[in-house]
């Protein structure tokens, strides 16, 4: 069985993004663009704290005070 890869229903069909394809229970991200590309891979709990994050906006910034903020925390 083969994979669906799906971009968000916000990406425009001409534009860089990203694709998602979660097959049993883990969850792998790559280029659109790039589709024979390297995957990061993530296990069901990295994906869901990634999505967590995301939504609470943990993950808007990479600077100094965002690891300050999350420096006992596995993201």
């Given at each position: 069985?083969?994979?669906v890869?799906?971009?968000?229903?916000?990406?425009?069909?001409?534009?860089?993004?990203?694709?998602?394809?979660?097959?049993?229970?883990?969850?792998?991200?790559?280029?659109?663009k790039?589709?024979?590309?390297?995957v990061?891979?993530?296990?069901?709990?990295?994906?869901?704290?990634l999505?967590?994050g995301?939504?609470?906006?943990?993950?808007?910034?990479?600077?100094?005070?965002?690891?300050?903020?999350?420096?006992?925390r596995?993201?």
């Open positions: 069985m083969n994979a890869w799906r971009k968000s229903c916000l990406s425009p069909a001409n534009r860089n993004c990203v694709e998602v394809v979660e097959p049993g229970g883990s969850a792998g991200v790559r280029n659109s790039d589709p024979e590309g390297p990061l891979q993530f296990t069901a709990g990295e994906w869901h704290a999505l967590g995301t939504r609470l906006g943990e993950v808007d910034r990479f600077d100094s005070t965002a690891v300050g903020r999350h420096q006992n596995l993201i």
